[in-house]
């Protein structure tokens, strides 16, 4: 059974970091693309970091320069550090993976003074 679990969100004041972390089994970790979603109340859920099996990074703009994704093999995970947060960063955050498109449960991010 194939299983992401993401964590490391929570409450952060604006201009402060939080590392989201996704871990996965069930699955060959080498082979997947890893990407990072959010979802704020009332819009659709965007795409917001990719990392391929061979560690090519995008980013959506709103991101670019703030966030980092990574991964590491040894500990079959992907990380989403987060620094500068805005408030328009907050959202719940999903983890996913192809092939196989599965999804993690989420993590809630607020960023809020």
């Known amino acids: 059974q194939v299983q992401l679990v993401e964590s490391g969100g929570g409450l952060v004041q604006p201009g402060g970091s939080l590392r989201l972390s996704c871990t996965t089994s069930?699955?060959?970790?080498?082979?997947?693309?890893m990407y990072w979603y959010r979802q704020a109340p009332g819009n659709e859920r965007e795409l917001v970091a990719k990392i391929t099996s061979d560690r090519i990074a995008t980013y959506v703009d709103s991101v670019k320069g703030r966030f980092t994704i990574s991964r590491d093999g040894a500990k079959n995970t992907a990380y989403l550090q987060m620094n500068s947060l805005k408030p328009e960063d907050t959202a719940v955050y999903y983890c996913?993976?192809?092939?196989?498109?599965?999804w993690g449960q989420g993590t809630q991010v607020t960023v809020s003074s």
């Open positions: 069930g699955i060959f970790f080498g082979m997947l693309d």
């Open positions: 996913n993976c192809r092939p196989g498109n599965y």
